[in-house]
C-alpha cells in the first residue's frame, strides 16, 4: 500500500519561511542601510538559514511535486521513501506515535544505520536517540489508519512466525 505526500499546515509554513529567508537576503544584500559595518553582511546569515531548511524539505517538497509516494507499506515491511530506508518486518520490534512521528524501533539499528548511504544523515541518525522516524504530519493519511494499517501488515507478515503485535501506544 503506498501513501502519498499531504500538503499540510506546517509544509506550507516552512516552505514560506524559507522563501522569506531568501527574499531578507536579498533586501538586505541590495538595500541594507546599516548604521554599523558588521550588518552589511547580515544576508549571510539570511542565505545561511534559508539554505538550511531547503535542506531539511527538499525532499518533501519534490514528493509533493512528482506526485511520488512517501511511504509502502507491504508484507515484506515499510518502505520509508523520505529517508531511503527499508524496514523489515523481522527486524521491527515495536513501533509507536508519538508527537506526530512514527517511532520505529528496529533489533539491529547499527546495520540499519550502515546501510544509510550519506554520511552526513548517517551521523546525524547516530546522534538522534531515536534515530529510525517517520513524520506523520507528511502523509496522506490519519494517524490511527496507519496504526491500524501497519498492524495488518505486520501480523500477515509475524503470523508464520507466531510474533506477537509489534505496534504499541494504543
Same mark, same amino acid.
Given at each position: 500500500?503506498?501513501? @502519498? $505526500?499531504?500538503?499540510?499546515?506546517?509544509?506550507?509554513?516552512?516552505?514560506?519561511?524559507?522563501?522569506? =529567508?531568501?527574499?531578507? +537576503?536579498?533586501?538586505?544584500?541590495?538595500?541594507? #542601510?546599516?548604521?554599523?559595518?558588521?550588518?552589511?553582511?547580515?544576508?549571510? *546569515?539570511?542565505? +545561511?538559514?534559508?539554505?538550511?531548511?531547503?535542506?531539511?524539505?527538499?525532499?518533501?517538497? !519534490?514528493?509533493? *511535486?512528482?506526485?511520488?509516494?512517501?511511504?509502502?507499506? !507491504? %508484507?515484506?515491511?515499510?518502505?520509508?521513501?523520505? /529517508? #531511503?530506508?527499508?524496514?523489515?518486518?523481522? /527486524?521491527?520490534?515495536?513501533?509507536? %506515535? +508519538?508527537?506526530?512521528?512514527?517511532?520505529?524501533?528496529?533489533?539491529?539499528?547499527?546495520?540499519?544505520? +550502515? !546501510? *544509510?548511504?550519506?554520511?552526513?544523515?548517517?551521523?546525524?541518525?547516530?546522534?538522534?536517540?531515536?534515530?529510525?522516524?517517520?513524520?506523520? @504530519?507528511?502523509?496522506?493519511?490519519?494517524? #490511527?489508519?496507519?496504526? @491500524? *494499517?501497519? #498492524?495488518?501488515?505486520?501480523?500477515? =507478515?509475524?503470523?508464520?512466525?507466531?510474533?506477537?503485535?509489534?505496534? $504499541?501506544?494504543?
Amino acid at each position: 500500500m503506498e501513501f @502519498d $505526500t499531504r500538503i499540510s499546515s506546517i509544509f506550507v509554513m516552512n516552505m514560506f519561511f524559507i522563501g522569506l =529567508a531568501f527574499l531578507m +537576503a536579498y533586501y538586505c544584500s541590495f538595500y541594507g #542601510d546599516f548604521r554599523y559595518p558588521g550588518f552589511r553582511y547580515i544576508y549571510l *546569515i539570511w542565505l +545561511a538559514i534559508g539554505f538550511t531548511r531547503l535542506l531539511n524539505y527538499h525532499k518533501y517538497f !519534490n514528493f509533493v *511535486i512528482f506526485r511520488k509516494p512517501i511511504l509502502v507499506v !507491504n %508484507e515484506s515491511g515499510i518502505y520509508d521513501l523520505a /529517508d #531511503d530506508i527499508k524496514y523489515q518486518w523481522k /527486524d521491527i520490534t515495536s513501533i509507536d %506515535e +508519538a508527537n506526530a512521528y512514527l517511532y520505529i524501533r528496529v533489533g539491529n539499528p547499527k546495520e540499519y544505520l +550502515a !546501510n *544509510i548511504r550519506n554520511p552526513f544523515k548517517r551521523f546525524i541518525k547516530k546522534l538522534m536517540s531515536e534515530p529510525f522516524k517517520i513524520n506523520v @504530519d507528511m502523509i496522506r493519511v490519519n494517524g #490511527d489508519v496507519l496504526l @491500524d *494499517i501497519l #498492524d495488518e501488515y505486520s501480523n500477515q =507478515a509475524l503470523i508464520p512466525a507466531k510474533n506477537p503485535s509489534i505496534i $504499541t501506544n494504543r
